[in-house]
Every structure is written in C-alpha cells, then in structure tokens.
C-alpha cells in the first residue's frame, strides 16, 4: 500500500522495476498488440504495419504529421454504449470531459445518450458549442468562478454538484436571481481513497473535494441547500479515485452514503429521502495501461456496486436510488494511441557494464504528462514495420526508455519498454491507451504546439471488407489562438477544434463528391498535404478560379505585430492564395533599419516607406504606429486607390475621418481592425453584423495594461506604485506608460468604437478621460468591502433626453463594477467589450487584446477581406457618419458616483450630508455606515445624475464640519446582485 495525498489523481502507482515486465523472447511477442491495450479496431496486417481502424499509420503520419493523437470513434461509442448499458440508463453515465473532450467528442456522447460531467466554464462552452442537452450536464469543480456558476445556470444545466459553503450561497443567489430552481448534488467526502493498487478506506480527509462525512459538514451542507428555496437537493454524489479494479472501494463508499441517508432521514423526514433518488458514485473505473492490468468489465463491476447499494439500502430501510456515474479514462482512454516519429537513439553507459537506450521521439511531456507526474505506465510498440522487416529470424530485445523533446530531464513517454534493436530514425512508434488525461492535460512547453483535426476514412478492414471506419487525429501541430465573439462564453471553447474539418473531409477533396463547402477546402489537410493539388474547379461550384497576377502587399513596419504578419505571409502563401483565390505577394517591407532585420528576406527591406507606399502595391498594411509622417503615406496610398490596413488607433481617433474621405473618392478599402483590442473581431461585428440594428452601448476594457494593474492590485491589495514596478518588471508595462495609465490609448478605442456603433464621427477629443494613476489601494478595499471590483472602462452611450434628443457619450475612467458583473471576471491582459443593442440584446466579446499574433491575426483577417476585393472586385463598408449625433460633455452624462467619507461619529450628519445631496438634485441609492472609536464612515451611492451636479456635491461635502476626509470618489456601473 502506497501513502499519497487524498484526493482524485489520474494515474496508478506502479514500482519502476517491473514496468517493462520480462523480455520478449521472439519478434512476434515483441511486436504483440494486446487486444485488451490496444483499439478494438488496431491489428498488425500481415505487411507487419500497423492499421487503426483499418488506417495505416504511416499514411496518417504522412498526411498528419507526428505526433498525432489517434481516436477510433468506433471503439469510443463502443464503450459509451457498454456503460449505458450497464448502468441500465444512458443518462445516467455522466461521461467524465476531464478525461477528454472537444465538440465532436462532446456529439458522440449526446449521440449515445450518455450525460456530461463538465468541471469548468472552458468544458460547459465546449458542450454548448456542440448543442449538448443542457438538462444532460452536470457542473462539476471546487471552486467553480461565479461565472461559471452564472453560465451553468443560464445554460440551464440538470445539475450542479456542490463543493463548499460558499458556493451553496453563491449558486442560491443566481439561481434566485435567475428565477428558477437549480437542482444540484452534495458531494461527500467519505474517507475512501481507491486506486488501482491499493485501498484505503479510513483515508484522511486532507483535500480540496467536497464535504466530510465524518465532520458533519455534509450533514450541514444538506441543511444549508435544504433551506435554499432557489436549490433542489436531488443526491449525493461521492468520487473515491482513479484506475480502481476491484468493487471494495465502492462498497465502503456505498455504505457511507447510504449511512449518511439514513440520518438525513432521522433528521429531515422520509419526504427528503424520497426527493434525493440518485447517487452518484463518480469516476475511477479502470483500464488495461499494459498487459499487466486486468479490469473487470464495466457490466460486472457496476451489477456489484448496484447490489452492494441495493442490500445496504435494504439493511437500512430506505428506497433504493439510482445508481449514476462519471467514467471517464475508461471511455476515452483505451480507444486512442499516440503516434510519433523516432528521431534519436543515444545508449548511454550506467558503469559496472550496464547501459540504457534512450529512443527520443518527437513530443514528449507535452502531450502526455502523466509518466512524469505519476511514474505512469504503457505499452509502446513499433508500428511502421514489424521488428524483424518480415525477415523471421533473431530479433534482439533492447530495454528502452522512450523520451521526448523538451528541455526536461524528467521528459519520458514510457519509463520502460522493450523494442528491437533495429529500431532506426525514422521510424513510427505507437503508444497505447492515450486517450484520457493526456490532450486534456497537454501543454505547449517549449512552444509545442497543439492542434486538433478530425478525419474519417474509407477503408479496407482487417476482414478483407470494405467498410467506412472512423478514426480522428488530434494533432500536435501549431499554435492557434482564436479570440471571438463569444456570448458569455469562454475562449476556450473557440480553442478547441474550431478547426474541425467535418466527417467528410478526406473524401471531399474528390470532385465526384459533388458539393464541396469552401470551408472544407480550406481546412483540408489532404488539400495541404498534396503539393499541386489546388483547388479543384467546379467542386460544387463553390470555390471560384484562381486569378494569376497577385495581390501585392507593402508592409509598413517590422515591430512586434510586423514580424508576426510577415512570417505569416512570407509562410502561409498557399493557404493565402486560396482563400484570396490570386496569389498574395509580400512587395516589400519599410523598417527603419533595415540592417537590423537579418531574419527578413533582404530583398524585400527598404528604408523609404514613402517610395515603397508609391511603388507598384494594391495594399499598404501600416504597422509603424503615431501620426505623422504615416498619416501622409496613408493619404496617398488611398488617393492613389491602394487599399489601406492599419492597425494605428491614435491615427484613426483624430483622422479617421479624412482617411474615410479618401478611401471614398478612390473607392479603395479602409480596414482596421488591430486598432481595437487585438485579435477579438469587435469592429467588423460593428461595422457589418450589427449594421442593421440599433446600438445603444458599447463599454469594455481595452486597455490590457491597466487592466492588469487593476486586477492584480485587486488580488494583492499592493499600492498602485508597486503593482505598476511590477507591471513593468513583467512586461505588460511599458518604460513609459503614460499612454496606458493616463487613459490616452483607452480613450483612441473609445472614439474609434463610438464612431462605429453610432454612425457618428467622434475624436479622441471629444472622449472624456481618465486614468488609474489616482486609484488607491483604499479605493480598491472600498470596492471590495461593497462586492464591487475596479476597471477601468471605456464606455460609449447612445444617450437620449426626454424630450426625445439624442447625444453620444464617449468617456475613459475607474469604474467600480459588481464582482458579478461580466467584465469584473476579465482578469490579467485580456480584454472584453460588452455590446448592447437593440433587437440583438447583449453581446460580450473577449479575447487577447494585444500581442503579437493576436493582433497579427486581426491584421490578417483584414489583409484578407481587401484582397479577396481587389480581386472579386467588390469594396468593403465604407465609414457611416449619416447620423452626425452631438457628442455630451460629460457634465452632462448622468453616471452614479460611490462616495465613501470618514465623518465626525455623532447625530446629525448623516442628515446634513444628506440635504448636499438634495441640494443637488442628486438622489442617494444607499447608505452604510460603520463606527470606528470616535469617527464613522460613510458610504453613499446614488442614483444616476448628471456628473456635474455629482462633482460639485463632493465638492461641498467634503468642505462640511462633520466630515473629516473623502477617502474615495468613484463612478460605478452595473446594479449590485
Ligand atoms: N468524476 C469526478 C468527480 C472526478 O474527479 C473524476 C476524475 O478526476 C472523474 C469523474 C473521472 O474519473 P475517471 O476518468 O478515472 O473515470
């Protein structure tokens, strides 16, 4: 028995000596694929290749790539259905996302009628995005964010498993806010921890899950939802472990819960007991790692736990609840293998005449973590060829450590395994059982990039039929961030296979399949993978001719996002070219010194971007940045009919206009995306999406800098000159970070998006601003005390008086936000823009507000749209100014202030501070008081007035006797929950 500290882990202990067990003795043992590790539908044909799903693995290395992560989608469902089956009730087998999870994934499980056990907001997106029965999700996690419990309860999940104190009230709240009764699960900690190779079932109680047993704290958890009328108590839900063999586990857990219903029933009545009808006993059902591991069948192991429940229920007297499930690892794991390529085999000498094989492939610990952080186990072969090349005879045995890449010692695959001594470069290695707990643990450690596709095969299979397999390559390629619009979701769910290609990709590329989408062109890797292929014409007549001469690019600027945009284009020519259909040729490129860009074909560099701006281009891209002289080279590159992109804010908030002008009169595109929070595609949704409704606000955080500062003053409670030495230390601040702290870059994006959203043309100037230099850790303790959090918010109003007049307003400063507001959980450098309109209701779009790919991605996007004009023909949105609303000084926006003052502790004040406020015209929405010795602190909401009046009110309060000091003034926005 292995001591470990309590709690789920997603591996089995095993000693390191036995892991490789003994040494082959023939080439067939050692090229053996154990039905029971291997895919249901993986064999070695008799050419001595490996096949999954009937697919050869060098042919999905060689169109994939490796590594590559390899699923069969017959084997997956197969195991869905097997623990339907033996859970009696699909829907009450909660398949374990943790263990793997993207959309198509995420549709295999809604397609079997299996439940989802989701543990965070990323995973419930990705459910979404699948169009997951809501009512079959079940919110799993110990410290679930009031977002996430927010989207669950929007989403309208079936259930919510309940971890702490805190979260009972936090979930009563919205559920109560939302006007409806959540149904949610307690889950108990009952002193069982079960792995594959030991059980403890007096286990300490030291760890994050749930609530004990043996304390009570489960008892008052149950009290506590029981006296939530937003909460409906349907169960109790325990989860003992990983990789578990055997039912003795299950039954001391099952014996707990049920002990526990009985004294729920001595204390709360039968009525309860007949309420809470299911138990859920969680995950942790194991799988064969290696041929060593024996699990039970699913059937066999879950008939026992039902009977083990059924007689302790008997025993007790109670009805008998039904009895649900979370398998994860034993749904996804044993279906999917990860393939990688040989690159080096190094042996080393240990001393005494020994030596190790170390056989390094080309992934490692980043996409599967678990040999280094649990001594995992697994069996590992050569898949490209049989050990002995079809030549029978003496294959010698070699013990190998298989190893990856990265700058980690402890970067190993498998620990121990056996594999030939012909093992050369080159060739493929399969490793078995991947598919739990590695892609969803992966990283990109040493910039190793993740990527998935899925692709289904025709295929011959092992019976000599022809027959239509399914297998999926999830595979590690190259980074893609994806920042979207996203309706109260997470980026996460955009990360994960927005690429997906579709079931049809690999037979699409034929042109007798007939229709053929454009989107499935461009995804498809077999397109990418045959050099010469192009586009097929007439593939359902989607995809039009490819024009010869090329769209000519000058690039303006080699900076951060110049670089990104030029290794784009400079890389990515192919793919460009057929989504522009024309080839797209990078001119030349303007730095200041060209000398210092020995990475940049020299060809191309100029100092003169003015000549190159001239020169024979159809697009200037304009990555330099500040006014002039770039405000004379964009005037002419329009009037001369070149299509502009920038990503330039400062230049469009005072110029925009006359830039428009321009690219009017020649007909040329303006695009400008960059200029406003990064990659999130915010303006175009603006400009084109939302161009026939009604905007009446627009107000986010878009400057990452500040927002930084802000959250991490929030968490620390440090002063703002600390958090900002820090900022700068870490780089999200520059040495001179006026533009950001003073509200100046905030303020550009405020004039660009009120332009936008209210077809008006508003300038930097007429922006009213703000900055968080003034904004002091008390300010930032005021707001929490009040539940509130501090950003700073650029917010464009669509404000309209009584009288039916209508004014822009267009401001930059600190606002205090309720915590549960959906911009106060915008942490770090990210940024989000709320939107409301009218027929389109609320908006959020978040992202990566800055960086160099991110914005390189919006700098790209545009690129795109104006080629794919130059050479369709067609022009994008001009600029909209028809509605030429006056913009509102801000003494005349009506804003609400939060005003906190440290007042003489005597009768009377209140009242006299109070007729201030009427003396104003300015209502007060609540007031707290607090004594402290011989002073009081006050704190006063109000009610919306004009920011004038509010002004001049501080103003005359904080002149009065009984006040002593104004400890902090703020603007607020959004109503407290
Ligand atoms: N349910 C809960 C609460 C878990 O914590 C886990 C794993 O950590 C699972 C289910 C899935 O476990 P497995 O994949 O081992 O079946």
């Not at 929030?714 to 703002?720: E, I, K, N, P």
Request: aromatic content about 6%; some cysteine.
């Amino acid at each position: 028995m292995c001591a470990h500290p309590a709690g789920p882990r997603h591996a089995e202990v095993y000693p390191h000596a036995d892991q490789a067990g003994f040494p082959p003795s023939t080439s067939e043992e050692l090229d053996r694929l154990y039905p029971k590790v291997w895919p249901r539908n993986t064999y070695r044909a008799p050419d001595g290749v490996v096949r999954i799903a009937g697919v050869d693995v060098r042919e999905l290395a060689r169109t994939y790539g490796t590594p590559l992560f390899v699923i069969d989608e017959v084997d997956f469902k197969a195991r869905c259905a097997e623990y339907a089956e033996a859970f009696e009730d699909p829907a009450l087998v909660h398949y374990a996302a943790k263990a793997f999870l993207c959309t198509e994934v995420a549709r295999w499980v809604a397609e079997k009628g299996l439940s989802l056990d989701v543990c965070s907001g990323g995973e419930l997106a990705v459910a979404q995005r699948a169009q997951f029965p809501p009512e079959r999700i079940t919110f799993h996690g110990n410290n679930k964010s009031l977002a996430e419990l927010e989207a669950a309860v929007e989403a309208g999940v079936g259930l919510v498993v309940l971890d702490s104190y805190y979260e009972i009230a936090r979930l009563a709240e919205i559920a109560q806010r939302h006007g409806v009764v959540q149904q949610v699960l307690v889950r108990v900690t009952v002193g069982v921890e079960a792995h594959t190779h030991e059980f403890i079932a007096t286990a300490h109680e030291d760890q994050k899950f749930g609530f004990s047993l043996a304390s009570g704290d489960a008892a008052e958890a149950v009290r506590r939802v029981l006296n939530s009328p937003s909460l409906k108590l349907v169960g109790l839900h325990s989860h003992i472990g990983s990789q578990i063999f055997d039912t003795d586990g299950f039954e001391v857990a099952a014996r707990r819960v049920v002990g526990l219903l009985a004294e729920l029933r001595k204390e709360h009545g039968p009525e309860l007991i007949e309420q809470l009808s299911v138990i859920d006993l969680g995950g942790g059902f194991g799988i064969s790692y290696t041929d060593r591991d024996n699990p039970p069948p699913p059937a066999q192991m879950i008939t026992q736990i039902r009977e083990i429940v059924r007689k302790e229920c008997a025993f007790a007297d109670l009805p008998v609840p039904r009895i649900a499930g979370e398998p994860g690892r034993a749904i996804a794991g044993p279906g999917t293998v990860t393939l990688y390529e040989v690159g080096t085999i190094k042996d080393v000498t240990l001393g005494e005449g020994t030596s190790r094989r170390y056989v390094s492939v080309d992934g490692g610990m980043s996409d599967n973590i678990r040999t280094a952080l649990y001594d995992a186990a697994y069996d590992c072969r050569l898949v490209s060829r049989s050990s002995d090349d079809g030549q029978p005879g003496e294959v010698k045995a070699v013990l190998s450590r298989v190893v990856g890449k990265h700058c980690e010692s402890g970067d190993i695959v498998v620990r121990d395994c056996w594999l030939p001594d012909t093992l050369a470069p080159g060739d493929l290695l399969a490793v078995a059982a991947t598919g739990a707990y590695c892609y969803s643990m992966a990283s990109n450690y040493n910039k190793q990039p993740l990527w998935s596709r899925s692709v289904t095969e025709i295929t011959d299979c092992c019976c000599g039929e022809r027959r239509t397999r399914t297998c999926s390559a999830w595979r590690c390629r190259e980074a893609r961030m994806v920042g979207g619009v996203v309706k109260r979701g997470w980026l996460d769910a955009l990360l994960c296979d927005t690429d997906r290609v579709g079931p049809t990709s690999r037979h699409a590329v034929r042109p007798r399949q007939g229709r053929v989408s454009r989107k499935v062109l461009e995804g498809c890797p077999a397109l990418r993978h045959r050099p010469g292929a192009g586009v097929p014409q007439g593939a359902g007549g989607v995809v039009s001719e490819r024009r010869e001469s090329p769209v000519r690019v000058a690039l303006l600027g080699c900076g951060t996002v110049g670089s990104e945009v030029a290794r784009l284009l400079l890389n990515g020519a192919d793919e460009l070219a057929a989504r522009v259909g024309a080839p797209v040729e990078l001119a030349g490129i303007a730095v200041r010194r060209p000398d210092k860009h020995p990475e940049l074909p020299q060809q191309l560099l100029t100092a003169d971007a003015g000549e190159l701006v001239e020169s024979d281009v159809d697009i200037v891209v304009e990555l330099i940045g500040g006014i002039e002289p770039v405000r004379g080279w964009l005037l002419t590159a329009l009037r001369q009919g070149k299509s502009v992109v920038t990503g330039n804010k400062a230049l469009l908030a005072e110029h925009g206009g006359e830039l428009s002008e321009a690219a009017n009169d020649s007909g040329a595109d303006l695009y400008y995306e960059a200029s406003v929070a990064g990659a999130i595609p915010l303006l175009r949704p603006l400009r084109e999406s939302l161009a026939g409704d009604r905007i009446t606000r627009v107000m986010g955080i878009v400057n990452g800098t500040t927002n930084f500062i802000l959250s991490a003053m929030d968490s620390t409670g440090a002063s703002y000159a600390e958090t900002l030495e820090e900022a700068t230390r870490l780089g999200y601040a520059e040495a001179d970070p006026s533009a950001d702290v003073e509200g100046y870059d905030a303020a550009s994006k405020a004039a660009i998006l009120a332009s936008l959203a209210f077809h008006t043309r508003v300038t930097a100037s007429d922006v009213y601003r703000e900055g968080i230099v003034g904004i002091t850790a008390s300010d930032i303790a005021a707001a929490k005390r009040l539940n509130r959090t501090v950003k700073l918010l650029a917010i464009c109003e669509r404000v309209t008086d009584e009288d039916g007049t209508e004014s822009v307003s267009a401001r930059v400063h600190p606002v205090m936000i309720p915590r549960t507001h959906q911009l106060a959980g915008v942490g770090g450098a990210f940024n989000a823009v709320y939107v409301e309109a009218e027929a389109a209701g609320e908006l959020m779009f978040y992202g990566q507000g800055a960086g160099g790919a991110p914005t390189a991605s919006a700098v790209l996007g545009d690129l795109v749209a104006a080629a794919r004009n130059r050479v369709a023909g067609g022009r994008g949105p001009r600029e909209s100014a028809h509605a030429a609303l006056p913009v509102r000084p801000m003494g005349q926006t009506p804003t609400r202030y939060h005003i906190s003052l440290d007042v003489a502790d005597r009768p009377g004040v209140l009242a006299q501070v109070a007729q201030v406020f009427a003396a104003h015209g300015v209502s007060i929405a609540a007031v707290r008081q607090r004594d402290e010795r011989s002073t009081a602190r006050l704190v006063v909401v109000t009610h919306l007035a004009p920011d004038a009046a509010l002004e001049a009110t501080v103003n005359e309060i904080s002149k009065l006797d009984v006040v002593r000091e104004v400890l902090s003034v703020m603007r607020v926005e959004g109503e407290d929950s």
